[in-house]
């Protein structure tokens, strides 16, 4: 996994959304049976887990004191090495080109992770390879896997290792940079798995242990306590991003990422995405994405291929971060809540009656006193459901009903194909994504075309031309125009290489470089 300076990757937000009354009417806060969310822990998802089968284990353990046996001894076996080579070539194809970057920089950015991509001389027809690490959680007796979406995507080839050594080529099922979750598959059947914990049930404090694979040191466990909930740290560059970690102690270090987090049960509560770090290590706490998000944004993807993401429709803010003198201006006395800043037009806030200066409170009769707890509870819905919502205006509490939107405010499903061709404003060019026979055809594993050059920094500082295939950016590869998206809002106010290729010419790598 690669060492970041302050923290090694994570996620953020998802959406927000809220369904009216047709007059608007409003009403003091009453008893509000919910519908539960469509995944539903024993009976949807359970066609590929064994969550049925769920009993408390973990009372026994704290009651009898602590042994971390039972619990490493269940998990380990369900935790793999996940390993991802980056590969280009031919090498003979391009043995007098440059990296711009070179001339850009001062320095090819390209040595620093593989080495001299172009061998020295550059008349070797050979390839040149970069490899990372991470982990990965067995969910299922016939394969499926769930990892990070930063390691799944740090390479154009995924080796999943067992425990038992056994080694296999995994197939990506669909990835969700929003929250930084994927799902690859292995063929093999009769594999142990892990069971999904209520993560909502989980208790600050509470023992818990950390299984993956830091520094290639494989099935690695580590102890310690649930240090905080619903924590976002700003990292994850992707503007719907959704931040809720569980924050324990546990040490987690490069490699650990896409590993388990459990309880002392043995089940899974979480996923290790993050630690916070002044030096690339483990300087005392570790981030994981709780498993009540993962197992809806699993689900999304293994049956339409992308995450169903619903929103309220509104923009939000912890009621903490809001001045005093806004808090007067809407008469708020509360101490916690999530503050409503702005409410989107045709949403289903709009359409509820939520105001600016309303302040949330619950979401089906569970409170929410951060923006994160808010984003996390809407994010196990999806577009179509509706969440009932209590809310503070001008010192009471009201009630309404939700129906909850897409991001084109509708109810629509959203597909692949749908999200197959963009306008991405950044680079002032439209997208598409490329089929898989063109892959094929074209011998690469990813990517996405311009299919279409506007008024941008592609037709102001290069000379690309229309059906160029962008393969990478800033070393990062690209397999959906998200990535593309993700990818430059992340590299704000640096130069830029891009790097993809020609049709006509698939052997040829070209560079670009840009400054955003």
């Known amino acids: 996994m690669k060492k970041v300076s302050v923290f090694l990757l994570a996620i953020v937000l998802c959406g927000l959304a809220v369904m009216s009354l047709n007059n608007k009417k409003e009403t ?3 008893a509000y049976t919910a519908k539960k969310p469509q995944v539903d822990q024993q009976t949807q998802f359970s066609q590929f887990t064994n969550l049925q089968a769920r009993k408390n284990y973990n009372q026994a353990a704290i009651q009898g004191g602590l042994d971390f046996t039972m619990a490493a001894g269940v998990a380990t076996p369900g935790v793999v090495h996940i390993k991802t080579k980056v590969t280009q070539k031919p ?6 080109q440059r990296s711009p970057f070179f001339e850009f920089f001062g320095t090819d950015p390209l040595q620093d992770l593989f080495g001299d991509p172009y061998g020295g001389g550059g008349n070797q027809d050979r390839s040149f390879r970069g490899e990372g690490s991470g982990s990965g959680v067995i969910i299922s007796k016939d394969g499926y896997i769930v990892s990070n979406n930063h390691v799944v995507s740090a390479g154009d080839q995924i080796e999943v290792v067992l425990s038992n050594k056994k080694s296999y080529d995994a197939e990506v099922i669909g990835t969700d940079p929003s929250t930084d979750i994927a799902l690859i598959k292995i063929d093999e059947t009769e594999l142990p798995y892990l069971r999904f914990a209520d993560s909502d049930e989980v208790k600050v404090g509470e023992w818990v242990l950390a299984v993956g694979n830091p520094f290639n040191l494989a099935s690695t466990v580590t102890a310690g306590i649930v240090s905080a909930k619903a924590r976002n740290i700003n990292i994850l560059k992707d503007n719907r991003a959704i931040e809720s970690f569980i924050q324990t ?5 490069p490699g650990n990422s896409g590993g388990a987090l ?17 030096t690339g290590t483990f300087a005392g706490y570790s981030f ?21 993401r619903a929103f309220i429709g509104v923009n939000i803010s912890d009621l903490a971060q809001i001045d005093e003198d806004l808090k007067k201006e809407y008469n708020i006395s509360i101490s916690e809540g999530v503050y409503v800043g702005k409410v989107i037009a045709e949403s289903g806030a709009e359409d509820a009656g939520l105001e600016q200066g309303d302040v949330i409170i619950q979401v089906n009769n569970k409170p929410v006193a951060s923006a994160p707890e808010l984003q996390e509870a809407i994010a196990k ?4 459901d509706k969440v009932g919502v209590t809310y503070v205006r001008d010192g009471k509490d009201r009630f309404t009903e939700i129906e909850l939107k897409n991001a084109d405010q509708n109810t629509n499903e959203i597909t692949k194909a749908s999200l197959s061709r963009k306008y991405v404003p950044t680079l002032g060019a439209e997208l598409s994504v490329i089929s898989e026979t063109a892959k094929e055809h074209l011998d690469i594993k990813g990517g996405v075309q311009v299919t279409r050059i506007g008024n941008g920094l592609l037709s102001k500082t290069t000379d690309i031309t229309e059906d160029f295939i962008i393969t990478s950016i800033d070393r990062k590869a690209v397999y959906q125009i998200s990535d593309v998206e993700n990818i430059l809002n992340s590299l704000r106010g640096r130069g830029v ?6 049709p006509d010419a698939p052997d040829k790598i070209v560079y670009y470089a840009i400054g955003i």
């Open 497 to 502: 290489m891009i790097e993809g290729i020609y």
């Open 91 to 96: 090498v003979s194809q391009r043995r007098n």
């Open 28 to 30: 003091t806060s009453v």
């Open 249 to 253: 102690d546990a040490a987690v270090n």
């Open 381 to 384: 819905y999806r577009p179509g």
């Open 262 to 278: 459990v309880n002392l049960s043995g089940e899974l509560i979480g996923i290790n995405t993050a630690i916070a770090t002044p």
């Open 288 to 308: 994981a994405v709780p498993s009540n998000l993962v197992e809806k944004v699993i689900f999304d993807l293994k049956e339409y291929g992308v995450v169903q």
